[in-house]
T-cell receptor, first 114, second 114 residues
Framework: AQSVTQPDIHITVSEGASLELRCNYSYGATPYLFWYVQSPGQGLQLLLKYFSGDTLVQGIKGFEAEFKRSQSSFNLRKPSVHWSDAAEYFCAVGGNFGNEKLTFGTGTRLTIIP | KAGVTQTPRYLIKTRGQQVTLSCSPISGHRSVSWYQQTPGQGLQFLFEYFSETQRNKGNFPGRFSGRQFSNSRSEMNVSTLELGDSALYLC?????????????FGPGTRLLVL
């Protein structure tokens, strides 16, 4: 069964500092990996996704993520956070050919301090 | 293009009642998925519909059901409500039921069961 672990429940960073959110997955084949962001009172918005090819993927809002098969990880990074990045971030894994539902991690809540 | 809309946005019910939630996908999208989000369990997949057919189902009891209409609008129904059904119910639409297709989420329906 596929699963996702986000080890950090809550992270606080200063505005302008760099950010890395951790995500580890479990999946038997090549996974489809996603990062979503959820602002308070809103639905989820896709930041980026990885299916194959270049292991470093660029997303919206200046985010990027790196797929590391050897570590079963797909960490999200941003070189300099803005106050508007405060939100909850979800990593998700999905399969293909009949097992295409998304399995989400429990989320990491990001707080930005001035 | 209008986004995914969900109605109602907020709902209060009592134990034992039933509830129906509605989701209108983005125009042209034919795949609709439903998720339950709770603080304890996180985001969990309920079911997915495409062309009025249920394609995937998560691990939820039979009290949770759904359907999709010919115009791709979807409803989910929860019968005999329990306190633990209190959650944010999110609907997502995509053009096709493929993991490679971006899912666009609605703002959710927040259900409180008293």
């Amino acid at each position: 069964a596929q699963s996702v672990t986000q080890p950090d429940i809550h992270i606080t960073v200063s505005e302008g500092a760099s950010l890395e959110l951790r995500c580890n997955y479990s999946y038997g084949a090549t996974p489809y990996l996603f990062w979503y962001v959820q602002s308070p009172g809103q639905g989820l918005q896709l930041l980026l996704k990885y299916f194959s090819g270049d292991t470093l993927v660029q997303g919206i809002k200046g985010f990027e993520a790196e797929f590391k098969r050897s570590q079963s990880s797909f960490n999200l990074r941003k070189p300099s956070v803005h106050w508007s990045d405060a939100a909850e971030y979800f990593c998700a894994v999905g399969g293909n050919f009949g097992n295409e539902k998304l399995t989400f991690g429990t989320g990491t809540r990001l707080t930005i301090i001035p | 293009k209008a986004g995914v809309t969900q109605t109602p946005r907020y709902l209060i019910k009592t134990r034992g009642q039933q509830v129906t939630l509605s989701c209108s996908p983005i125009s042209g999208h034919r795949s609709v998925s439903w998720y339950q989000q709770t603080p304890g369990q996180g985001l969990q997949f309920l079911f997915e519909y495409f062309s009025e057919t249920q394609r995937n189902k998560g691990n939820f009891p039979g009290r949770f059901s759904g359907r999709q209409f010919s115009n791709s609008r979807s409803e989910m129904n929860v019968s005999t409500l329990e306190l633990g059904d209190s959650a944010l119910y999110l609907c997502a639409s995509s053009s096709l039921p493929r993991i490679s297709e971006t899912q666009y989420f609605g703002p959710g329906t927040r259900l409180l069961v008293l």
